[in-house]
């Protein structure tokens, strides 16, 4: 079955980048979500198909994909984007979807 | 608005079986997917399958077939999971999602969640 890799977390200050990657075979290839979970409360989609935003969103979430790697990135921080953060892809062989493992951002 | 709202808590003993409701609003019900994705206490999401509602086509992980059922009324709009022969390792909170083409068309993303039902097994 397709594995997703994400690092448990990433550490940021106020005002500056994050980046969340997301690892897979080829996973170029496939159209890559991003869900934002906060405790206690149901994921929210905040990229789809790679780098596109649902209405709502901020524009400082972008996504992008390419070769094994996806990346989510938060730019200009704030404490509030504080949360777990997992990725999703489709499976076709099994047409059942795949997580990633979540990464905790904690924003210091 | 769309929104999905799931039935509350259930505590229920090993070897019993449960069965999860979410009813949907605000749009067209048979012309999307419902997925069901649980999360066990301090765990990650976990897909277990999805079903359409236009024709009752069912999708089950490996992990959870011959123990899982997925249904849908579309009188009331409303998707069901029961899963039999719970055990501990059940024990998590349970969302359903709505799903949606991405732009692969094939595949499918989730835009809105149920608030999700937590399910406690304990004896």
């Known amino acids: 079955s397709y594995v997703l890799t994400q690092p448990p977390s990433v550490s940021v200050a106020p005002g500056l980048t994050a980046r969340i990657a997301c690892g897979g075979d080829?996973?170029?290839?496939?159209?890559v979500q991003w869900y934002q979970q906060k405790p206690g409360q149901a994921p929210v989609l905040v990229v789809f198909?790679?780098?596109d935003r649902p209405s709502g969103i901020p524009e400082r979430f972008s996504g992008s994909n390419s070769g094994n790697t996806a990346t989510l990135t938060i730019s200009r921080v704030e404490v509030g984007d504080e949360a777990d953060y997992y990725c999703h892809v489709w499976d076709n062989t099994s047409d059942l979807p795949v997580f990633g493992g979540g990464t905790k951002l904690t924003v210091l | 608005q769309v929104q999905l709202v799931q039935s509350g808590a259930e505590v229920k003993k090993p070897g019993a079986s449960l069965r999860l409701s979410c009813k949907a609003s605000?749009?067209?019900?048979?012309?999307?997917?419902i997925a069901w994705v649980r999360q066990a206490p301090g765990q990650g999401l976990e897909g277990m399958g999805w079903i359409s509602p236009n024709n009752g086509n069912t999708n089950y992980a490996q992990k959870f077939q011959g123990r899982v059922t997925m249904t849908t009324d579309t009188s009331t709009a409303t998707a069901y999971m029961e899963l039999r022969s719970l055990t501990s390792d059940d024990t998590a909170v349970y969302y359903c999602?709505?799903?949606?083409?991405?732009?692969?068309?094939?595949?499918?993303?989730?835009?809105?969640w149920g608030q999700g039902t937590l399910v406690t097994v304990s004896s």
């Open positions: 605000g749009y067209p019900f048979s012309n999307y997917g």
């Open positions: 198909d790679d780098s």
């Open positions: 999602a709505r799903e949606r083409p991405t732009a692969m068309v094939t595949t499918f993303l989730f835009d809105y």
């Open positions: 080829n996973i170029g290839f496939k159209s």
